[in-house]
């Protein structure tokens, strides 16, 4: 239905938990390397993912490898703090991807610019807060874009 896409993911436990989300959820999962962490039993177990093994789920090499693939989604939303769109404001289809940064530096400006004003950001009521957790955001995002589809179907 709708296709979670990480770039450089660098925590374990949030990953772990991101993909809880798409398995529940019924969503692809997109790992783009490299990963913070090795995709491990005891990485994976610590999140609560005991179930890893039946997630849809696609690794790629990097950046480029991923624009490559004929399973990438064709329509692409970049979730980011930097973005002046809300999410809100978006219509989400089937297979969707909704593209999120790591933990530590976000998403590099190249990919920034690929996205141009598929660019999406979770409103915040403080502004003095930085960020969500990852695992948070994507659980918000994925849910509002299946709220959306299902409202179509």
Known sequence: MIEIILHCPEIPQNTGNIGRICAFADCRLHLIHPLGFEISDKNLRRAG????????????????????????????????????????????????????????????????????????MIPKRKNDLRSLNLAVSVGIASYEAIRQISAIN
């Open 49 to 120: 993912m005991d179930y890893w093994k039946s997630l849809d789920i696609l690794e790629h090499g990097d950046w480029p490898s991923f624009l490559r693939s004929e399973q990438r989604p064709e329509n692409i939303f970049l979730f980011t703090t930097h973005a002046t769109k809300s999410f809100w404001d978006a219509s989400f289809r089937k297979g969707d991807g909704l593209l999120f940064g790591n933990e530590g530096s976000g998403i590099p400006q190249e990919i920034h610019d690929w996205a141009g004003e598929q660019r999406l």
